[in-house]
């Protein structure tokens, strides 16, 4: 089934201020008709929280509060539109840290009554799959699509059979992909957020020096992230002069060959018609390289978002409420945040 990118024309270009604060990451975007991004600001708060190893609630709902309003403005700037005249504000309501999430959903309720326009609450998970469809305005999606969806605090195999419409094939029984990246990174002192430094620091190394477990190899589609991070723990214990880009690289090709296999075997048995990366470990160089090969091999589509739509932002949000708005309507002004919102799923 073909599924157009933009829906039946709507009269005229709508045109959504999304704003993102699950995380630690403040960001506001103003996205047209789903897919065009006419701004998107992420302000970091990673100094502040990096010589604590990650990411403190606390410090974090603050800066959210010191920080969003001077970034909404930023992305109406940028975007050249006038508050009142967006057509709709959302707002991640979860999962996500609580203290943070409410910051961003409050913003976004008072703006969209202020302004008189719909507030749309938007599931973080849900917005990480619609960074596929940002910067492609004129693309056609085919479903059902294999997405791959690996962040920081989740990692799952999912079949996406048309908008909104998900089955859950497999997740992580322990840790998310991301969450390995960090802490690995942490015990090779690469710093925080590991993802991006292991992914430096392994381009000089040889993925083939040491050959780390690959989780669950003989399950079809669940993820196990923990007993790698051990092993890597156990080998720098064992060999302390290790060359620290061998033992980055070693560990990455380890999660991306986990991920890669089992996403192509989910692809192939849900006679997927292409596959889409979703999350912060989308990001991952080695990870897109391979996944794009993969589906360059089994004649697939592949919808990689660009890098910098990977990770937390907030333009993925406005992407995915426009076809929430679409299919559900606008949410209540008392919905709230909720810190372990799940991806909404069809039965399996
Ligand atoms: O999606 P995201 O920005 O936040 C969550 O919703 O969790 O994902 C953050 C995660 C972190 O664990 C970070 O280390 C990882 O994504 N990440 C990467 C890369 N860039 C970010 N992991 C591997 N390679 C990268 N280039
Ligand atoms: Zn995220």
Redesign the pocket.
Same mark, same amino acid.
């Given at each position: 089934m073909t599924v157009p990118n933009t829906p039946a024309a709507p009269s005229a270009p709508l045109r959504i201020l999304g704003i993102e604060t699950?995380?630690d990451?403040t960001a506001a975007a103003v996205v047209e008709d789903g897919a065009r991004v006419l701004s998107s600001v992420v302000s970091s708060q990673v100094d502040l929280h990096a010589r604590f190893g990650g990411v403190v609630p606390e410090i974090a709902s603050r800066a959210h509060v010191d920080l969003l309003t001077p970034v909404i403005a930023e992305a109406l700037l940028h975007a050249s539109v006038d508050g009142p005249d967006v057509d709709a504000v959302a707002a991640t309501s979860g999962p996500?840290l609580i203290g943070s999430l409410l910051v961003g959903v409050s913003a976004a309720k008072a703006l969209a009554l202020v302004w008189g326009v719909p507030f749309v609450g938007v599931n973080?998970l849900e917005a990480?799959i619609y960074a596929a469809w940002l910067e492609e305005p004129d693309r056609s999606f085919e479903m059902p699509l294999a997405v791959l969806l690996?962040? @920081? #605090?989740?990692t799952m195999l999912v079949a996406m059979e048309g908008h909104g419409q998900y089955r859950l094939l497999g997740q992580t029984i322990d840790d998310?992909?991301?969450?390995a990246?960090?802490k690995v990174?942490r015990v090779l002192g690469l710093g925080y957020?590991?993802?991006?430094a292991?992914?430096k620091v392994a381009a000089d190394g040889d993925p083939t020096a040491i050959a780390f477990p690959r989780g669950l190899a003989d399950d079809a589609y669940s993820f196990s992230f923990s007993g790698l991070k051990t092993s890597v723990i156990t080998y720098l214990r064992k060999h302390p002069e290790a060359d620290t880009a061998d033992v980055a690289a070693s560990f990455?090709e380890a999660v991306v060959d986990v991920l890669v296999t089992k996403t192509r075997r989910a692809a192939n048995a849900i006679g997927a018609k292409g596959i889409c990366l979703a @999350? #912060?470990?989308a990001?991952?160089?080695v990870?897109r390289e391979r996944m794009l090969d993969a589906c360059i091999q089994d004649d697939r589509s592949a919808f990689l978002p660009s890098?910098a739509m990977?990770?937390?932002n907030a333009a993925m949000v406005a992407a995915a409420a426009w076809w929430r708005l679409r299919s559900d309507g606008p949410s209540p002004l008392d919905l709230g945040a909720d810190a372990n919102l799940r991806l909404p799923l069809l039965p399996t």
């Open positions: 699950s995380c990451e996500g973080h990480h690996v962040s @920081g #605090g989740h998310a992909a991301g969450e990246f960090d990174a957020p590991g993802g991006p292991i992914d990455q @999350g #912060g470990v990001a991952n160089s990870l890098r990977c990770t937390d």
